[in-house]
């Protein structure tokens, strides 16, 4: 275990026990400070440290140095995919991949998503076309993608929303029969596996967003992966203005490049992918026990017999529970518990897309009961048990009393 991760063993923290106790009702709050969702997940100090005098001392910053190389062979490894290309945010990553496949017109994408999915399209002047989601997966639902089919058509961007994979075989195969190009945005989805294969080796290309709040951070980073040589080439060249060599502008291109200390942190953080996970896994666990005895709650859980992250706890207020969602998270901000309503309003009611299409609800119905009954509660390495303990002991007052 590193030494930023708490041990499971750090002291008890406040229980409440009615609804008197509440810190909307005037009590003091349950954490002095704020505790959130998307802490980082930080490895080891002191081999950051040393990584960061071997650059410092190197006089190499950026630009392919010797540690975006070993990282981008360490990525490769990891997921056990040919080609890693690694960028500055999983943003540029999306639209550099999005350029490199040459989508234009319309492409289709999940609005139950982090607007940047969206964005990425909108910025190159792409329609992003929003299909309805499945309730039970929150990912895209297959039927929903073949009916926004049109002849503008040339993509689908498929999210693995919380590390849960995609319909990728469903989707794979609408692609085909579409000729339409597949990527997968894998923001969340580091270190999970489908059928056996890390995410990452499917459809054209897979991104990642190795952001700060991400279950691997490179404290802002992002990658493209693919088993694909010409477009991997393809995508060295845009990520680096299109350069082949001194001199040699053979592409367009913009500046995609991850910086020496970003693949520092990196390295650093692979090495504790393991205890990341435990960790996730331990809050999950924990999370769940509770949860699950609480009716009106429902926490999302992951296939047990594929890799997972469990940095997401997703939890869905359901109409039976005594409170709404929106109630359930003022409470809980105001024990300094910031639960996070990802991903509402969904994209669709966002600007640009709002005033564009102000109709797309009308075939998103998905995604907005979803949206509007999703909270996602604080976990990764730096919540401890104990924090979890009290934060459930919130939930189960407001599910047993009926506040007036
Ligand atoms: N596709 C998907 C599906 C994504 O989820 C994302 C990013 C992307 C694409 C784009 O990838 P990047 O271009 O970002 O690499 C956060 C992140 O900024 C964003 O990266 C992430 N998704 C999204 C789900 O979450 P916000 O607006 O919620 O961030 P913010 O600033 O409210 O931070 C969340 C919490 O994390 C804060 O309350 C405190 C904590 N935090 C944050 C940072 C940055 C820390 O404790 N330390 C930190 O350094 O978007």
């Not at 639902?141 to 058509?153: E, F, K, L, S």
């Amino acid at each position: 275990m590193n030494d930023l991760v708490h041990p499971a063993g750090a002291p008890p923290t406040k229980l409440i026990t009615t609804h008197r106790d509440l810190a909307i009702h005037g009590a003091a709050p349950l954490f002095a400070t704020p505790l959130h969702v998307g802490r980082p997940n930080i490895g080891s100090t002191k081999a950051f440290v040393e990584r960061a005098r071997t650059i410092l001392e190197s006089g190499w910053l950026s630009n392919n140095g010797p540690m975006l190389v070993e990282f981008e062979e360490r990525i490769k490894k990891h997921l056990g995919v040919a080609h890693c290309i690694a960028m500055c945010n999983g943003t540029i990553a999306l639209e550099i991949a999005i350029r490199a496949l040459d989508l234009q017109g319309e492409v289709i994408v999940p609005s139950y998503t982090f607007v940047a999915t969206a964005h990425a399209l909108q910025w190159q002047e792409i329609t992003p076309i929003f299909a309805d989601i499945d309730p039970a997966t929150h990912n895209l639902d297959p039927h929903a993608v073949q009916r926004m089919i049109t002849p503008r058509t040339t993509g689908i961007v498929g999210v693995h929303l919380w590390g849960r994979p995609s319909p990728i075989e469903a989707l794979t195969e609408i692609a085909t029969a579409n000729d339409l190009r597949l990527v997968f945005d894998a923001s969340h989805g580091f270190g999970c596996s489908h059928g056996g294969k890390m995410l990452g080796n499917f459809g054209d290309c897979e991104i990642f967003s190795f952001h700060a709040t991400k279950f691997f951070n490179t404290f802002e980073g992002g990658a493209v992966v693919t088993n694909n040589p010409s477009l991997a080439e393809k995508l060295r060249l845009m990520r680096n203005f299109g350069f082949a060599g001194y001199d040699n502008v053979i592409y367009p291109g913009t500046n995609g490049k991850m910086t020496e200390i970003a693949a520092a942190m990196g390295l650093t953080n692979l090495e504790q992918l393991g205890d990341f996970v435990a960790c996730n896994r331990r809050n999950y666990n924990a999370y769940k026990r509770e949860i699950e005895s609480l009716c009106g709650l429902r926490i999302l859980r992951y296939d047990e017999t594929q890799q997972a992250n469990f940095q997401y706890i997703v939890v869905e207020v359901m109409p039976e529970f005594p409170v709404s969602r929106d109630r359930l998270v003022d409470v809980l901000h105001a024990e300094n518990v910031l639960a996070r309503k990802y991903f509402w309003p969904g994209c669709h009611n966002m600007e640009p897309y709002k005033s564009h299409y102000p109709h797309a609800g009308l075939t998103l119905a998905n995604t907005m009961s979803v949206s509007e009954r999703v909270v996602v509660l604080p976990s990764g390495s730096t919540v401890t048990p104990h924090e979890i303990a009290s934060i459930v002991s919130v939930l189960r007052v407001l599910a047993s009393d009926r506040p007036n």
